[in-house]
C-alpha cells in the first residue's frame, strides 16, 4: 500500500498513474451502465416467476440483431432502428412468458423444469439468429469519434450509454416506488399469494415485467453491439455478469442491481489492472464475475437487499 | 346467507385433506373453525380463495357459484383473506402494505388509511417502516388493516391471534368483535378454542380433515365430552 501511494505521489509515472485510475473509473461506469440494461430485467422477472431465465441472454442479442437489420440492412433512421429493436425485444420477452413460461408454470412446472426450457429456448433463438443473418461477425460501421474529458477517453456512444441508463434507472425508480403498477410488481415478487389475495392480477403484472425486462435488455444490446461487433453470442457473453449481479443485488431487487452492477463493473475492472501488473491476460476478467457469484452465494445467499423470502 | 361451502372435498396436488365439508357463513356471524394442528382448517380457507385444490363440492358466496374463481376475482366480489402465515408484504413499507390493499379501489386512498389507522391507533407512526420490522403483533394487526382496506363484505381469517402474547391476542379478538360489528361477517381458523367460541356465534369442528361437530359456539361451549375430547378443555 505504502509503495502504491508512493508510486502515486512521487514516481515519473505519476501522470500516467492518475490518468490511468480515471479512465478504470470511467471504464467501470460505462459497463456498469450496460450492466444495469442487461440485468434489471433478469431480476425483475426472476424475482416475480421465481426462476433463473438463461433466455434472457437472447433478449439482448436479439434486440442487437434486429437493430441491425433495420438500420443496416433496412436503412432505417437510427433512432428508429434502435426503437423498433427494443420493442421487438419486448415482443420476444412477452411473447416467451404468454407461450411458455406462463402455460409451463400453471401446468406445476419446477424450477428446474422453468430452467431448463429456458435455456432451450435460449438456443432456439440464438440458432434462428445464426439461420437468419449466419454465424459471423456483423458490425454497424459505425466510427465514434473520440471525446476527451480531462484525461479521460469515451465516445458518443458511452456517453449516451450512460445517460440513458441513468433516465431508465430514474424512471423505474419512479415506475417500482411511485406508482401503482409499480408497487403491485414489488408486491407480488414479495408474496404472490397475498397479491392475488389484494386483488392484483399476476398474470398482468407479470407480462409489463417480462415485456419491460426484455425491452431494456434488447437496449443493452444494441450498445454492446455497436459499441464493438455483433455476434451471435453477444448476450450469452454478459449473462454470467448478468448472473452475479442478480444475486449479488438480491433477486428481484432493483437497487441491489442498480448498486451491484457498479460493484461488479469496477471490480472487473480494477481485475483487469490487477491482472495486467501481474503479467497474466485480460481474457480472465470474467473470472471475476464468476468469483463474485459464487462468494455472495457462500457468504450472503441472500444478496445485498432481500427481497424474495428464501424458500426452505 | 353470504357464504355456504357444500360437500367440499378439498387438498393439494392429487390428495385431498378435508372431506365433505359444509360450512355456513351468515349476516353478523362470526363463524369459527376449531380443530388440531394439521385438521385442514387452512386448507378450507385457502380452497375458498382458489389457493387449494378443490376435488368436489361447490362454494357459493352471495348466491353465485364461485367454486374455481381465482383469488383475485374473488377479492373484486368482495371476499378478504388474511393467510395464517407470510401475510404482510414484508419488503413494502408499512403504508404500501395499505395501499396494495386497496389495489382495487382507483379513488385515492389517504382518507381510508387514515380511517384504517384510526382503528388501529398501534400503527400510527409506522408508516414508513418495512414491515418485516414490525414485532408479532404489530404484524398481525398490520395483516388485519390490509385485509380490512379492501372494503370486505366477508373476512376469512386464519389463525389470526397464532403465536402472539395473550395480551396481544385479546387486543386482536377486540378487534375481530368490532369488525364484526361493523357488518362484516368473519370465517376464521383458530387454535385459541375457549376464547374463540365466547366471541364467536357459530363453530365447526374439525378432526383429521373431517368435520365431527358443528353448531352455536354456546352449545359447543357447554358439550364437555366435546371439550374434553377434541377441544382441550376441561
Ligand atoms: N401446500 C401443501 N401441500 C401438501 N399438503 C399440505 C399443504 N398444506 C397443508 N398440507 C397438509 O394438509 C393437512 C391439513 O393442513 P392444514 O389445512 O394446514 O391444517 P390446519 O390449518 O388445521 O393446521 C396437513 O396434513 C398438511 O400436512
Ligand atoms: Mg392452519
Redesign the pocket.
Known sequence: MALIIYFFLFSPYRWWMVINWLQVLMNSLVWGCMYLLATVGLSLTYGLSRFPNFAHAEYITFGAYMAYMFFSILGLDLYLSVGLAVLSSALLGGLSYILLFKPLKSRGASLIHLMVASIGLGLLIRHTLMQVFGGGILSFKMIWSCIFIGPVVTTPLLLTAIVTAFIVAILLHILLMKTKLGKAIRATADNPELAAASGIDMDRVSLFTWLLGAALAGFSGVFLAMRSSLVPLLGWKVLLQAFAITLLGGIGSFYGTLAASFILSLSENLGVVALTWLGLSADYRSAVAFIVLVSTLIVKPEGLISTVKRRA | MVLEVLNLVA???K?P??EDISIRVDKGEIVA?L????????????SIMGF?KVFKGRIIYNGLDVTGVPANRLVRMGIGYVP?VSNIFGSLTVKENLEIGAYLRKEKVEDDVEEVLEFFPELKGMLRRRADSLSGGERQLLALARALMGKPRLLLL??PTASLSPKTALNVFSKIVEIRDEGIPILM?E?NVLKTLEVSDKAYI?V??KCIASGSSEEILKDEDLGKLYLGLK
Do not use: C
Open positions: 387438498g393439494y396436488w390428495i385433506v378435508v373453525l380443530g388440531p394442528n394439521g385438521s385442514g382448517k387452512s386448507t378450507i380457507l385457502k387449494a395464517q386464519d389463525e381458523a387454535q374439525l383429521s380433515g
